[in-house]
């Protein structure tokens, strides 16, 4: 049977809990930990002053004699380094083999900065092989395997660099960005994938404020076995230390294990000033590591709850789609996956939801209604008092290259949100907007019905909403379509809480104004035959003239696009309809309801606060509604779009 040794190559920035990560996988017991088998090469490539990097050990380092003041005892430490990385791994294979019957691990801990002496094709140093050869020779001999793993240890820069100036005095105030090494592991991560090769990617502080689950998590995606032991060594130094140590590891010596199960955070942080020299460093590594920080487990296990679909992602799809992030002029856009995407905390949506918004629906390559959306778009700028606004070509283009980039000619929905744009201080005053507006293009999979709108065949239930009521034009104007949404957002909790769809909003008066998402109609039968038609039973009223189809004014509602296309198709029909003030009441003893919007077209209501709604099923008009407007997406191309063909 083939014993098979695990070799984990562990890259990581300096001062990211990298030696207390190599003392949890020594006190496995069957692992041999090497402390920075790489760094003796390096220092003697890179020191002597170059980048501005020295070290007060470096002679006695690179010569393998013990400082004058150092412990004689120690002097082993000094001599092993000068043992190259592969002859190390040699020295490791054969203990483990002589020691172990099931193979076994070995743990090289290494900075990422040291990445350029290491071959990630074959996962052996560089420009070595007599100790490479002998190796392999001594693996075939003992029908043993090498599995090459690496690991990734990140950790917030600001964090790197705030401890990193507490050694100051042993590498200096000033370090350069490859001394720092964020940057280094991007690369360092470009090619273990490209070699097809085992990669975890972990963040320290996770291993910090939960090493069990973090530890468990890493050896499972190792596919070794996790040890309690890991979570707990001795203090003091250890036998894998490098002869550097001293210098170094000076707090980690202190401690005994992971703080398992505590919860006194202030205890485990340090408050630390970046000095202004370290902002450019920052800077450059800051992008590194906030990509990095997007593959680790916790930040895929982030969501605290659970969506009423059961799934983070209805459509699998959008877990790795593209947006568009961008300000006027046509290339200062970009176009970033969902979890990269930013905005600035001055942008002045998050500083007082100062943006407005709109829903575009995409059907088999055409944009339904795109001018319309774009036309309301721009007249909630104006009225908003936005400037230097996004072009209409520019936020068409825009459009047309998110979608592009991400395969979308059918079943998507877009939300386009337009900002004030960055202030250059934190304030409510436009008067500090002096960027431009900012343009956010935020496509999905999304489907007229499912977890995420409604159910557009059996029906949904409203209620109506309590002390939320819609405004009147003389306190704030529906008409633009703004991102203040807590009027909206409130009566959504509210429905939520009570099992039902959305809420009905009243105006001021009471009447009928919408719903907290969508327009609103009801349906009136004036004849026997619709009566009939729908399988109820007549009032005895009126003559077989049809249905009445009636809809709120847009005094306290947005004037929605969707509830304008159903007026014209309501006419086309010749389904005679009303636009006036509705009550509540008239909504109760409606023979139809129906909520109309972009994201899920014509969906019927069955029940209000309780009451049933005519037979409690989809009704004829809003079927026929229904058909007309699928019919008109799929034939009325002048009310859509076209979406050029992509490359």
Request: net charge negative; hydrophobic share 35%.
């Amino acid at each position: 049977m083939t014993k098979t040794i695990t070799v984990i190559h562990c890259w990581s920035a300096p001062r990211s809990r990298s030696t207390a990560l190599l003392y949890s996988f020594e006190a496995r017991g069957n692992t041999v930990a090497l402390d920075e088998p790489l760094y003796r090469r390096w220092l003697e490539e890179n020191g002597g002053g170059n980048l501005g990097i020295t070290r007060p050990y470096e002679k006695a380092f690179l010569a393998g004699i013990p400082p004058a003041d150092e412990d004689a005892a120690d002097a082993w430490r000094w001599q092993r380094e000068q043992q190259c990385f592969n002859e190390r791994i040699y020295n490791a294979v054969d203990t483990l083999l002589n020691n172990n019957d099931d193979g076994g691990v070995i743990f090289a801990k290494q900075m990422a900065k040291f990445a350029t002496l290491f071959d990630f094709e074959s996962n052996w140093e560089s420009g070595e092989s007599k100790w490479k050869a002998k190796c392999l020779e001594l693996l075939a001999e003992k029908n043993s395997q090498l599995v090459h793993c690496h690991v990734l240890l990140v950790r917030d820069p600001v964090a790197v660099m705030g401890s990193w100036m507490n050694s100051s005095d042993v590498h200096g105030s000033n370090p350069h960005p490859d001394e720092i090494g964020i940057t280094q592991l991007l690369d360092v991560y470009a090619k273990v994938i490209g070699g097809n090769h085992a990669v975890v990617v972990t963040d320290s502080d996770d291993l910090a404020d939960d090493p069990c689950t973090s530890l468990r998590d890493m050896c499972t995606a190792l596919n070794i076995d996790f040890d309690e032991s890991m979570l707990k060594w001795k203090a003091g130094t250890h036998e894998c230390d490098g002869p550097w140590s001293k210098w170094w590891y000076q707090s980690v010596w202190k401690s005994s294990g992971w703080n398992v199960g505590g919860d006194d955070i202030s205890a485990r942080r340090n408050y630390r000033v970046v000095p202004p020299a370290l902002l450019p460093t920052l800077r450059l590594s800051m992008p590194a590591y906030t990509f990095l920080q997007t593959l680790t487990t916790s930040h895929k296990n982030r969501a605290l709850t659970t969506p009423p679909s059961g799934k983070l992602y209805e459509d699998p799809r959008n877990e790795h789609v593209l947006v568009y992030v961008g300000t006027p002029g046509r290339t200062s856009g970009n176009i970033v996956p969902r979890d990269l995407a930013k905005i600035s905390p001055f942008d002045s949506s998050v500083q007082g939801g100062d943006a407005c918004w709109e829903g575009v629906r995409v059907y088999n390559g055409r944009i339904f209604h795109l001018d319309h959306h774009l036309n309301r778009l721009f007249r909630s700028a104006k009225a908003l008092g936005f400037e230097n606004v996004n072009s209409r070509e520019e936020i068409t283009d825009a459009i047309f290259r998110v979608l592009a980039a991400n395969g979308m000619r059918d079943g998507a929905h877009m939300r386009l949100t337009l900002t004030r744009g960055e202030k250059c201080t934190s304030s409510m005053n436009p008067l500090f907007n002096v960027y431009g507006t900012t343009l956010i293009i935020l496509p999905e999979w999304k489907p007229t019905q499912g977890a995420t709108t409604y159910d557009n065949e059996k029906g949904i239930s409203l209620i109506t909403a309590g002390a939320c009521r819609r405004s009147p034009p003389s306190t704030l104007d529906n008409k633009i379509h703004h991102n203040n949404m807590i009027q909206n957002i409130l009566p959504k909790i509210q429905a939520n809480l009570a099992g039902a769809a959305d809420a009905i909003m009243l105006d001021v008066e009471g009447f009928v104004s919408e719903t907290n998402a969508t327009n609103l109609f009801m349906v009136r039968y004036d004849s026997q035959c619709c009566y009939e038609h729908n399988g109820l039973e007549s009032t005895g009223e009126g003559e077989c003239s049809g249905a009445v189809l009636l809809t709120p004014t847009s005094d306290h509602c947005l004037p929605g696009i969707t509830r304008e296309t159903v007026l014209i198709l309501a006419k086309e029909l010749e389904i005679k309809y009303e636009v006036r003030r509705v009550s509540l009441s008239e909504f109760y003893a409606a023979d139809e309801v129906f909520t109309t919007g972009t994201m899920g077209e014509l969906t019927p209501v069955t029940k209000i606060d309780g009451r049933v709604i005519g037979s409690g099923k989809k009704g004829n008009v809003t079927e026929q509604l229904q058909q007309a407007y699928k019919r008109s997406i799929e034939t009325r191309l002048d009310w859509s779009t076209e979406i050029p063909n992509f490359c």
